[in-house]
């Protein structure tokens, strides 16, 4: 499984736009790349995944350069809510084993 | 639609003992993943079972244990508690089988805390 590199902390403020990168060198042709979001005292939450290029959902944008060995989470002006830890992972679907490997992730703060 | 459910909410046990914990799956999902997320720490996952069987492992010691029933449900047991499995423990279910393009879409439940003393 590729090793990811997000950075630990991120401060923004309400209305802005966030980036968040994540660096992923090792990726393998048949990796996916997938974004978490995960609030204190509860479970993560799916929030978008992406091959190549850009993937846009309700709630973000993912772009993938064409060498793949980075990805760059989009947030839309966040809001206060939107503070929590960020996790982006890398893996394949081989079969039915789909294990998700999540590093530290990024503790995005949103000020007032 | 029900969303992935697991009890108990808390738990305190005592250095060696056993314990169970137990994940209700979202309705539809044959598949169930169990992780333990020590504090300030992302998920480390333990193992997952699809349609009754264990289908990859963690690098967890045998004394964690499962089983997955035939509604899908699940359970997560931990032998000779050690003070280093104080965690949460999180389940996600997810719908295993042919790759649909959306594999890594797990739903979490809200996790168990484990207190070890």
């Known amino acids: 499984l590729a090793k990811t590199t997000q950075p630990i902390s991120m401060d923004s403020y309400e209305g802005q736009e966030v980036n968040i990168t994540c660096s992923h060198n090792?990726?393998?042709?048949?990796?996916?790349i997938t974004w978490y979001q995960q609030f204190p005292s509860q479970g993560p939450r799916f929030i978008i995944q992406g091959y190549k290029t850009k993937v846009t959902n309700e709630v973000a944008s993912l772009f993938i350069p064409a060498d793949r060995k980075s990805s760059t989470l989009s947030l839309p002006r966040v809001s206060l809510s939107d503070t929590a830890v960020y996790y982006c992972l890398v893996g394949s679907p081989s079969g039915s084993a789909r294990q998700l490997t999540f590093g530290s992730g990024t503790q995005l703060t949103v000020l007032p | 639609e029900t969303g992935v459910t697991q009890s108990p909410t808390h738990l305190i046990k005592t250095r060696g003992q056993q314990v169970t914990l137990r994940c209700s799956s979202q309705?539809?999902?044959?598949?169930v993943s169990w992780y333990q997320q020590a504090l300030g720490q992302g998920p480390q996952f333990i193992f997952q079972y699809y349609r009754e069987e264990e289908n990859g492992r963690g690098n967890f010691p045998p004394r964690f244990s499962g089983l997955q029933f035939p509604n899908y449900s699940s359970e997560l047991n931990v032998n000779a508690l050690e003070l280093d499995d104080s965690a949460l423990y999180l389940c996600a279910s997810s719908l295993g089988g042919e790759w649909d393009g959306r594999s890594y879409e797990q739903y979490f439940g809200p996790g168990t805390r484990l207190t070890v003393t």
């Open positions: 309705s539809g999902h044959n598949t």
């Open positions: 090792n990726i393998a042709t048949n990796d996916y």
